[in-house]
């Protein structure tokens, strides 16, 4: 069996002064392990819905802001509406795992169409991590990702998480 190893897939994408995030994938569990002949080791993806997880979203706000608190940074504000719009950019990834939309629209435009006025805009996506741990990790191993999440440029952020066959989709929009 092969193993993939962990292949940035997307590239930077920024407004104004904003510092762009590429989008990094790591490999999935859900593959077996060969111990010794005659026997296998099956590691399976933890359960999860394919419905919104607000629980993952306010788990990945608290870790992106230890990071940033780290760093000497305020904490960034949840906002519902940013919070929809990477929802929505999390159901899109799926159909379309880039800073562009479905539609071939930037992917600040989920950003509009939720009503958020901003000056400057951000966007981290990943897919394949099953934690918010994973994730913000992924995130903070990436130049760009760690650039977005420790920018003190923004001042809002919205985590979307959306779970696909067994895949997490992940999106993070800042904004000030």
Same mark, same amino acid.
């Given at each position: 069996?092969?193993?993939?190893?962990?292949?940035?897939?997307?590239?930077?994408?920024?407004?104004?002064?904003? =510092?762009?995030?590429?989008?990094?994938?790591? /490999? %999935?569990?859900?593959?077996?392990?060969?111990?010794? *002949?005659?026997y296998?080791?099956?590691?399976s993806? /933890?359960?999860?819905?394919?419905? /919104?997880?607000s +629980? @993952?979203?306010? %788990?990945?706000?608290?870790? =992106?802001?230890?990071?940033?608190?780290?760093?000497?940074? *305020?904490? !960034?504000?949840?906002s519902?509406?940013?919070?929809?719009?990477?929802?929505?950019?999390?159901?899109?990834? %799926?159909?379309?795992f880039s800073?562009?939309? *479905? +539609?071939?629209?930037?992917?600040?435009?989920? !950003?509009?169409?939720?009503?958020?006025? @901003?000056?400057r805009?951000?966007e981290?996506?990943? @897919?394949?991590?099953?934690? /918010?741990?994973?994730? =913000? %990790?992924?995130?903070?191993?990436?130049?760009?990702?760690r650039?977005?999440? !420790?920018?003190?440029?923004?001042?809002?952020?919205?985590i979307?998480c959306?779970?696909?066959?067994?895949?997490? @989709?992940?999106?993070?929009?800042?904004t000030?």
């Open positions: 069996m092969k193993f993939k190893r962990l292949v940035p897939l997307a590239l930077a994408l920024a407004i104004a002064s904003t =510092v762009s995030a590429g989008a990094a994938r790591l /490999p %999935q569990s859900g593959f077996s392990f060969l111990f010794r *002949p005659g296998t080791q099956t590691v993806r /933890p359960s999860m819905s394919a419905q /919104p997880n +629980s @993952y979203a306010a %788990q990945v706000v608290s870790l =992106v802001n230890a990071e940033r608190a780290r760093q000497g940074l *305020p904490a !960034l504000t949840v519902t509406a940013v919070q929809q719009a990477a929802q929505t950019r999390a159901g899109e990834l %799926q159909t379309s800073h562009t939309r *479905p +539609s071939g629209a930037s992917c600040f435009t989920a !950003l509009t169409e939720a009503g958020v006025s @901003y000056a805009a951000g981290n996506i990943a @897919y394949g991590q099953s934690t /918010p741990e994973a994730v =913000v %990790q992924s995130w903070m191993n990436s130049s760009g990702h650039a977005n999440i !420790l920018s003190s440029s923004f001042t809002t952020i919205g979307g959306t779970v696909v066959n067994g895949t997490a @989709y992940w999106a993070q929009l800042f000030a």
